[in-house]
């Protein structure tokens, strides 16, 4: 089973608002959103964080994903499911 929210923020003066798919696996819950034409997976690490995963190696892509958006977004995310 999975679940969709929306993130609305603004980060270094860009709006941004990324629908976000939960989606409940046998151990954890993940959370993929799409930023910046990258599939990005978010997942719980041990300290009750989340850390970012693409789903192909950063450098292969022509545009680079801001590492401080993933943050932002990681830091939202955990916002949102406490």
Do not use: C, W
């Not at 046998?26 to 850390?51: L, M, N, S, W």
């Amino acid at each position: 089973m999975s679940d969709i929210f929306t993130l609305k923020f603004e980060y270094k003066g860009h709006p941004h608002i990324l629908e976000v798919q939960t989606a409940h696996q046998q151990y954890k819950t993940v959370y993929k959103v799409a930023i910046e034409e990258h599939e990005i997976v978010y997942e719980p690490d041990e300290e009750g964080f989340v850390r970012a995963i693409s789903s192909k190696p950063m450098h292969d892509h022509l545009n680079a994903v801001d590492v401080g958006l993933l943050h932002r977004v990681a830091e939202l995310i955990v916002e949102h499911i406490q």
